[in-house]
């Protein structure tokens, strides 16, 4: 059988053993007690034959037995089931409990001077009887005292007090054992803690978090080779993940200068219509490098959850940086909608950062004479709408992806700005939403959660 819980498996090995190790005890202790049945039986028949032979005396030259009130009482009433007799050395019946009218045990030749024990079928009782005999010897003569007795008396009813014990005590034992897998779940599952704590952690770790560790302060002895494992693994990573950003980085920077230089040497040209197609396509490569720049920043960001940003003054920084290159287009951005502080729980600049990349793509793709909204509405969050040619439905999933570049946006860059846009706003623990505006172009809402009070 197959689990893949931890917690299943041990519950289900600690029950194994625990089941296991009830049936061993049980059958040893029932062994034991059957083995001891005997051994009682004939320290009970050896007891009571000497009770007998104790108050057998002679008076007179005869045998007298003279039995307490109790012991005799106890005899009077067994029905048979519990017996004696005294015969003399030629086997002759002198004294015997009620209704014996024969010797107990035909006498043997061993009997007179050594104890034996026997058995025998009772046709009265219609059970088997345990007895023993043991001789006697009183004023030079010699006794021999027998006594039997049934399985159902006081004295040996060892089984049937087991069997009790077994029926009324069993549910006992079934209540404990439910108790004991009661308590052993709960401290496997407070025992393995430790992990889902380091479990939630590994969750945390991201390329924003990159720095983070798994602690090993609860980890079980047995669990921490792999958790330092994982954090060496973590290490390399992040060593990693830095590389990364600061090749893109770099890259982005090392290319700022010769597209400068690329740009001035493409403003002295003669030819007016090589200098605006060249002019164009540096613009393109400036905004792919600025891009990466972003990618690069953005990638590098940590989030405090305390961090807090106002949607309003974000959308107003964003309105005053982009409209000066709007108006060279004779395009407009335009903040609608709520006028006050909209506060959100979030990076500022993540946000920033994520509504100017909005609105640039949608200038990108607004025609002259139109422009951008910025709009904020308090039950939604900031939506950026454009009125460009939109994003047709089948591309809509695949526009958040990097270099991704569909028939809107083929040519015009690399394909990364909506990819920071979402990465910006997952980030913040938000999310972006697309629709159509229902008259031509598209509609980016950011959607971030609201602080609590």
């Known amino acids: 059988m197959i689990f893949r819980s931890l917690l299943t498996r041990l519950l289900w090995r600690v029950?194994?053993?625990?089941f296991g190790t009830a049936v061993i005890v049980s059958t040893i202790l029932i062994l034991t007690f059957k083995s001891r049945i005997d051994d009682l039986r004939d320290r009970s028949l050896q007891g009571q034959a000497r009770d007998i032979a104790q108050h057998l005396a002679i008076a007179s030259d005869d045998p007298a037995l003279q039995l307490p009130e109790d012991l005799a009482r106890i005899y009077a009433e067994s029905n048979g089931s519990f017996v004696y007799t005294v015969v003399d050395e030629g086997g002759r019946?002198?004294?015997?409990?009620?209704?014996?009218?024969t010797p107990i045990k035909r006498l043997e030749r061993d009997d007179v001077t050594s104890q034996s024990y026997f058995s025998f079928r009772s046709a009265e009782l219609g059970n088997t009887l345990?007895?023993?005999?043991?001789?006697?010897?009183?004023?030079?003569?010699?006794?021999?005292?027998?006594?039997?007795?049934?399985?159902?008396?006081?004295?040996?009813?060892?089984?049937?007090?087991?069997?009790e014990v077994v029926s009324?005590?069993?549910?006992?034992?079934?209540?404990?054992?439910?108790?004991?897998?009661?308590?052993?779940?709960?401290?496997?599952k407070q025992s393995l803690a430790p992990l889902t704590k380091a479990s939630a952690e590994a969750t945390a770790i991201g390329p924003a978090a990159a720095h983070k560790r798994l602690q090993e302060g609860n980890i079980p002895l047995e669990v921490r080779p792999l958790v330092r494992?994982?954090?060496?693994?973590?290490?390399?990573?992040?060593?990693?993940?830095?590389?990364?950003?600061?090749?893109?980085?770099?890259?982005?920077?090392?290319?700022?200068?010769?597209?400068?230089?690329?740009?001035?040497?493409?403003?002295?040209?003669?030819?007016?219509?090589?200098?605006?197609?060249?002019?164009?396509?540096?613009?393109?490569?400036?905004?792919?490098?600025?891009q990466f720049l972003r990618l690069a920043q953005v990638e590098g960001h940590e989030i405090d959850a305390m961090d807090r940003a106002d949607l309003h003054a974000i959308a107003v920084?964003?309105?005053?940086?982009?409209?000066?290159?709007?108006?060279?287009?004779?395009?407009?951005?335009?903040?609608?909608?709520?006028?006050?502080?909209?506060?959100?729980?979030?990076?500022?600049?993540?946000?920033?950062?994520?509504?100017?990349?909005?609105?640039?793509?949608?200038?990108?793709?607004?025609?002259?004479?139109?422009?951008v909204e910025i709009s904020l509405d308090?039950?939604?969050g900031i939506t950026v709408i454009d009125h460009g040619p939109g994003i047709a439905k089948e591309h809509q999933e695949h526009v958040f992806q990097r270099f991704w570049r569909g028939v809107r946006n083929k040519g015009s860059n690399a394909g990364l700005g909506l990819s920071i846009v979402e990465r910006c706003v997952q980030l913040c623990g938000g999310d972006v939403i697309i629709e159509d505006s229902g008259h031509g172009g598209a509609v980016f809402t950011i959607r971030l959660p609201r602080p609590l009070a």
């Open 15 to 18: 029950s194994a053993i625990t």
């Open 93 to 101: 019946l002198l004294f015997a409990s009620k209704g014996q009218v």
């Open 130 to 163: 345990y007895g023993t005999s043991i001789p006697v010897s009183l004023g030079g003569r010699n006794f021999v005292v027998q006594v039997a007795q049934g399985p159902k008396h006081p004295d040996v009813l060892l089984d049937d007090v087991f069997e």
């Open 168 to 188: 009324d005590v069993g549910w006992i034992v079934l209540a404990f054992l439910l108790l004991l897998l009661s308590v052993t779940y709960f401290t496997v």
């Open 229 to 290: 494992a994982v954090n060496s693994a973590l290490e390399r990573l992040e060593r990693g993940l830095e590389m990364q950003r600061a090749f893109t980085a770099d890259a982005a920077h090392e290319l700022r200068t010769p597209l400068a230089v690329l740009k001035a040497h493409i403003d002295t040209l003669a030819d007016q219509r090589a200098e605006r197609s060249l002019s164009l396509d540096v613009s393109r490569m400036e905004r792919i490098v600025e």
């Open 317 to 371: 920084e964003v309105a005053t940086m982009t409209a000066p290159l709007a108006a060279e287009e004779n395009k407009t951005v335009e903040v609608v909608g709520h006028q006050r502080p909209l506060i959100v729980a979030g990076n500022a600049d993540l946000i920033g950062l994520a509504v100017r990349n909005l609105v640039e793509n949608g200038l990108q793709h607004t025609p002259p004479g139109s422009g």
């Open 378 to 380: 308090p039950k939604v």
